[in-house]
């Protein structure tokens, strides 16, 4: 793409800067108290993987508000790892490997928790489970079309529906759903589907 093309700004995501700066300030405690626990930003990620597991297994056996709260928890300590290597002065290379990786593998978790859930009590599941599994590979193609262009010396890290908007919004359906607002899930699957494939036409875009 021409450099004269238009290109996303990074700020253009679902989530408003306000609440990112927000998260932020959250943070700052969890941080020192991860330092002065002597924890490692690995171990953080680790934790987190397995808080993702619980949590998507309860949701998979309907203890959806549980399941979502947990999953606020975890989402929270997600991002310590990242604030933590850099407290700590830099991250490492397999301390990326290591985050990026379980990441896919927690998103993946929670969508077939999500999928489980949805099987074994909605009455007419497969709309939303292939929506759902669209919003599945759209996340993944975002985060690789994010890889590759690092790989070619550029950045993407542009569009409508990163890591943390898409998690933030299944989490809100999570709770919708737990609440009795089934369709709130199912209109948020739907949107998570649209959002993951223009984020990745958006970061092709930008490259």
Known sequence: MSASAPHVRRGDSVLPAWVKEGGRAVLAPVVRLAIALHLTPNTITV???GITILASTLVAFDWLLLG??????????????????????????????????????????LFIGVAAWLLRTHPDPILPVIALMVALAGSFLVRYAHARAQGIGLGASVGLAPRTERLVLMIAGVALAGLGLTVGLIAIILM??????VTVFQRIRHV
């Open 47 to 49: 934790i987190g993987l």
């Open 192 to 197: 998570l589907a649209v959002l993951t494939i």
């Open 68 to 109: 979502a709260a947990i999953l606020t928890a975890g989402s929270l300590l997600d991002a310590v790892d990242g604030a933590l290597a850099r407290a700590q002065g830099g991250g490492t290379a397999f301390g990326g490997f290591l985050d990026s990786t379980l990441d896919r593998a927690g998103e993946a978790i």
